[in-house]
């Protein structure tokens, strides 16, 4: 249901620069490969002109998440960040573009069907990062990720023609990604002056003490390392939702979108097992393990096409916080057999 979410750091080795996505012949699927490890690992097991689209897909996403690491102002051929932000808004909107993936996704979307909408809340989304980030509350936190994440989680399923009524897992799916991500990121991004951790559930001056000294204050550790796992529970809340819909999802492409949720979510294992850790260095996730859990997300997709599946309810309270997005719930019919 989502195939990109936005990460703070990139991933290690060779990451190509702004102006190289936007500007230069980069194949997206080589962005993919080397920028989308998780993604890229899932993708395998997708047909591969759906492989193909979703790479597209990634690659205009990671080139609009990158504008937000620019300059203020240029300093290459490319402009400052507000420049290509206005630049890739203005060609999707039909203005000639000098960017080839803008011009590969926009004739995706147009053959596919995807509202453009989703991809201007992508960009504001991204906008909201180019300068100091204090995350206030956890509504802030959760429109965060709706607009930076589960937007792609959208646009991926008109490109997999997946029945609206999977839209709301799709969401979900996206913002316990996103949140797993700031989880992952929260050092990095503090150095960066980002801090999505919401100031109602940790202080932020605490929070960059904690990270730049060899701190002794145990009420503040914990403090930080509290508000960590408490985002780690909101990220399965909605994992737990996005686990109810995967039935939406075209059987051909279920296992590898299931693979990348599980791998995901693993991450935040990772963190649990040593919180104080996760804060002082990037966690990831081993290679045998993601090969172990794609075999059975696999599985789990096969099964879920037998008799009683999981039930297709959506959990509303999830979306409160998207209301003023004028993100409104979706109608979603019980299975035969089940009343709501």
Partial sequence: MTTATRSRTKAP????????????????????????????????????????????LYAFCRAVDDCADQPSTPH??????????VEIQSA???????????SAFRELAEAKRVPLAHAYELIEGVRSDTGRVRMATSVDLVQYAYRVASTVGLMMCRILEVDQEGDPFAIDLGIGMQLTNIARDVAEDAFNHRVYLPAEWVDHDALLRYLTTDTTDRSAVSDVEAAV????????AYYDSAEL???FL?????????????NYRTIGTVIRRDPHAALHSRVSTR??????????????????????????????TLHTALAPLGVRPLAVSAPAGRTP
């Fill in 13 to 56: 080795g060779w990451h190509p620069s702004v102006e190289e996505q936007l500007f230069g012949s980069i194949d997206p699927e080589a962005v993919l490969r080397r920028c989308g490890r998780t993604f890229y690992a899932a993708s395998r097991v997708l047909p591969s002109r759906v492989r193909r689209d979703l790479a597209v």
């Fill in 76 to 85: 290459r051929a490319g402009g400052g960040r507000e420049a290509l932000l």
């Fill in 92 to 102: 999707l909107e039909g203005q000639s573009s000098r960017s080839p993936i803008v």
């Fill in 229 to 236: 796992e408490r985002l780690l529970r909101l990220a399965d």
């Fill in 245 to 247: 819909g995967m039935h």
């Fill in 250 to 262: 075209p059987t051909r492409v279920r296992g590898g979108i299931r693979s990348a949720a599980w």
């Fill in 287 to 316: 290679a045998m393990g993601k090969v172990v859990r794609t075999g059975a997300a696999l599985w789990a997709s096969v099964l879920e096409s037998l008799p009683l599946g999981p039930a297709d309810m959506h959990d509303t």
